[in-house]
């Protein structure tokens, strides 16, 4: 952290999920850099706690809590933990995310379901069970992560595009029914941005990608961050119900 600065998240309690790589570790890092307490949550309990170690070594304040956004017991047991040891919970990142990607008439059951389950299901079931205290609160900030695939779709990501247009759905929804109790609900669209995700697609892909970013690059999970901490912080107190692509330009 700066010295000499007022963090703008002093003291706010965290809760982030997919947290243990990509994006999710940069908003986790992000968010600490500005003074808050943050709970990094995913399956994998082995990157979390090393993510956790960079943050506290730097000299933020983060815990790592194992999760499965999917299972409703997990995700209930994950909030207890964060009420009990911080007595309440400002800010939610529904960021964990999969992909199985293939073209629709291949697509399996199973890699349909399980792309709903974690992508979609699981910003319902942490969602709900945030908005219990927050509305005691009167206060909160709900953040999901969506993509620019859910806005324009993609080939061979059927599933991946109608989870994270669920999302967009799901959070104007949100959004309406709890921002008389001082809880604003949005959304961050990332364009493609270098992550173990992207890192998988062909120099022919990548190259067709770069064409059509306006920016000239693909983004970095520390672009989606600033925006994600944009959106928790007091500056963005009468911002609700919207979805900010954060893209380069792409879909402009």
């Not at 949100?174 to 921002?179: F, K």
């Not at 000239?216 to 007091?234: K, N, Q, T, W």
Request: glycine share 12%; charged share 20%; aromatic share 4%.
């Amino acid at each position: 952290m700066s010295g000499g600065q007022t963090a703008a998240l002093a003291d706010k309690v965290m809760l982030v999920t997919g947290a243990s790589r990509g994006i999710g570790r940069a908003v986790a890092s992000t968010l600490a850099d500005q003074g808050a307490v943050v709970v990094l949550a995913a399956r994998d309990t082995g990157r979390l706690d090393a993510a956790v170690g960079e943050i506290t070594t730097a000299g933020g304040r983060a815990e790592a809590v194992a999760i499965d956004v999917a299972d409703r017991a997990s995700v209930e047991a994950a909030l207890k933990r964060v009420l009990d040891a911080h007595g309440r919970i400002d800010g939610l990142v529904n960021n964990a995310g999969v992909t199985r990607d293939n073209l629709v008439l291949r697509m399996k059951d199973e890699d349909w379901q399980a792309v709903l389950s974690t992508n979609l299901t699981g910003v319902f079931l942490c969602t709900q069970a945030a908005l219990k205290p927050m509305i005691k609160q009167r206060s909160g900030r709900i953040v999901n992560i969506t993509s620019v695939v859910g806005l324009i779709g993609n080939a061979g990501q059927a599933n991946y595009a109608a989870s994270k247009a669920g999302v967009v759905g799901f959070t104007k929804s949100v959004a309406r029914e709890v921002a008389s109790r001082g809880i604003t609900v949005n959304a961050v669209a990332p364009g493609f941005v270098e992550t173990d995700m992207t890192a998988a697609m062909t120099d022919k892909a990548r190259e067709a990608v770069l064409a059509a970013i306006p920016m000239g690059r693909v983004g970095r999970p520390e672009d989606i961050a600033g925006a994600v901490a944009f959106l928790v912080s007091d500056a963005a107190g009468y911002l609700t119900g919207q979805v900010l692509g954060v893209d380069g330009g792409f879909r402009m």
